[in-house]
């Protein structure tokens, strides 16, 4: 924990540090057991870990306002949450849902969608954390995170829920094949349709080979999407872990560049053979969130490979991890993937901020498919975000996003959005 805070402190502070030193500055701690209150450098270590994570998402809440701290700052708990509430205007063709999802895009232009005014309290959260040192078991942590972002995005359903120990995680947690971190901040909820954002029940190991140095490896458990035709190919159920890793070089705190990888076995049943076959599916991700400059936030993601479809922000919409080979009744087969973005975040102040994100993913089967089927999907995202206090956030955003069949059509989308949120 020393090691953060220490090295934050050896460099000028870029103006996102600044804004989470004045959110540091914001919480109410109760202080447990008898003797001095610790001291202000070890409430800041234990502070860091709530800042400072590895998957912690651009979106997730902020630390709980109210905490309750050991006197000998080796247990801290909190329990917190965000109220949000997003509204939208689409025009030049509606979107189906609530986030901005090129894959939807209708072709041909749908009249009876044409332009949509919506709001959402989707995205608001609550959620518990614990954190600790013992000397017997050493670090450990404690997470539950639930939202409203069910039917009508009003049902309160689970997000996350794990435990760590050291080392290890075990719950339902961000794969390891993701990258929260180097996801931008945007008021749409859905984010780059290239973003790998899965989460899972897992059992992660991660280490710190050296103090910039970071290697992971997990398996956790897989759901598959099978496009089965029902008639010559059938889906059934996973029966093996997906096998998620990656190796991290880390400069600074949450800046760092990330190669991580994924197997996974998709299994289908060939009505034609009367047999259970199972395809090979493997991807790749490289990944980096940076500040060259104080003001200046850089992100990037790209990833590649076969059967990730489900993975991905755009084709999760579909079943594209296995689908039919034309050209062999009862066989099917791993179609290749390809996405990427790259975002700029401009801090004018550590508490004002513009981003811009551009980005696309492609659909690229091995053999021809009908005219109408995705082939690929930009995306696009220019907002404005005042942190009004600490805790108190509004933003403006505008979304460009085109989608196009394999038969050459293509069709522009349109979304203003606005978005405010209250971290307590």
Known sequence: MAVVSASAQERPQSRVEQYIDSLKNTHRIEYLGEGNKPSLADERDLLDIFYYDQFRNAQDPRAPYFLFMSRDANFVMGLGGVVRMRGWYDWNGAML????????????????????????????????????????????????????????????????????????????????????????????????????????????????????????????????????NGITTQAIDDWFPNLAAFSQYEWAPNQHVRLAGILRVLPYRDLVAKDNKNEIGWGVQLSSVMRPWKPLTLYFMGNYGRGISSLTGDLIMGNYD????????????????????????????????????????????????SATEYRYGLYGALNLFWNITPRIQVGGEYNLGKRQNQNGEGRWAQRVSVMTQFSF
């Open 322 to 369: 296995l689908v039919d080979n034309p050209n062999q009744a009862g066989h099917m087969y791993a179609p290749r993937v390809f996405g990427w973005y790259g975002a700029a975040q401009y801090h004018f102040t550590p508490n004002l901020f513009t981003g811009l994100t551009f980005g696309q993913l492609r659909y690229l089967p091995d053999y021809q498919q």
């Open 97 to 228: 849902n609530n986030g901005f999802i090129p894959y939807n895009i209708a072709i041909p232009k749908n009249p009876v969608r044409e332009k949509w005014l919506g709001s959402t309290p989707a995205g608001t959260a609550l959620y518990f954390r614990v954190l600790g040192t013992n000397t017997r078991v050493g670090d450990y942590q404690l997470y539950i995170e639930a939202n409203f972002d069910g039917y009508n995005q009003r049902d309160f359903l689970l997000k996350k829920a794990y435990a760590t120990l050291n080392d290890w995680t075990i719950g339902y947690a961000h794969s390891t094949f993701s990258d929260p971190l180097a996801e931008p901040l945007l008021v749409d909820g859905q984010g780059p349709n290239a973003y790998v954002s899965t989460t899972a029940v897992l059992v992660r190991w991660m280490h710190n080979v050296r103090k910039d140095w970071i290697v992971a490896g997990s398996v956790e458990m897989p759901q598959s999407f099978v496009g089965a």
